[in-house]
């Protein structure tokens, strides 16, 4: 009994290293390339998803195509009936809703490898850039907090916030401290609601940001601490909160608040996450 088995056992693993030679002697090439444009392909395609809300579409289309899956295995005459009707439905409406973002999709291809020749120079300067941004924002920040002014600044990241500037005033401004303050000041026709910075530019005033989906522990919170809360649910910015009624700094990121800041602290924070810990150490 015991010498079947291990005859049985050798016989599978020589099949299973045969079948690897000859994986590798028809290996040509071509298959190489092969691999690699694919791989290209499923990296700016899974890149466009995940830095924009077309990413839960994704994650819904994945769904139904398991339940399709499941329908066809199982045999499930009416799952498999509807799941095919919405494909055939679905592929054409994808095309023509998400249009522009299957054109951003294709420009990114086609741009990708001319972003990535940057000279030294460039980085030099986007770095200060960054620097400058940040310094400008706790400036301002310092300021309106100890005016108790409320403020709203959304800091975007890799997730796209076109939806939330449009639903605000354009400025695309450099980042000012000034600018920031006299946008808040609580006379200006743009006070209300967040203003948007993204790639160290301020894009919009006055815009609206989603509010939590999770609502039962937001009792205590005031408005823009909340609407800060549900941006941070939905995207990878960083929302900082200056409170009207106590003038306290907080920061909104990845669905957690975070209080009591000061103009140090804060910009310790920004740094670390908008520009790294190794970029850090390097102005340091």
Known sequence: MYGLLSSSLNESFSAFIDNIKNIFDNFHWTDAVDIVILALLFYFVFRFFRSRKAGTLLIGILICMILYA??????????RYILSEVFQIGALAIIIIFMPEIRDLLETIGSGSLKGIRTLG???RKRQDQYKSIDNICKAVRVLSSDKTGALI????TTQLEDIVHTGIVIN???SDYLIRNLFYNRAPLHDGAIVI?????KAAACILPLPKHTQVMN???TRHRAAIGLSEVSDAIIIIVSEETGTISV???????RDFTEDSLRKFLIKELVGEKVNQEKN
Do not use: H
């Not at 499941?70 to 799952?79: I, K, W």
């Not at 959304?154 to 990241?157: A, S």
């Not at 909104?252 to 975070?258: H, N």
């Open 198 to 202: 993204e790639n160290n530019r301020i």
């Open 154 to 157: 959304v800091i975007g990241r």
């Open 173 to 175: 401004s450099d980042v």
């Open 70 to 79: 499941v329908a066809l295995l199982f045999d499930l005459t009416g799952v």
């Open 252 to 258: 909104a990121k990845e669905s957690e608040l975070k």
């Open 122 to 124: 460039d980085q030099t």
């Open 220 to 222: 205590e919170l005031g």
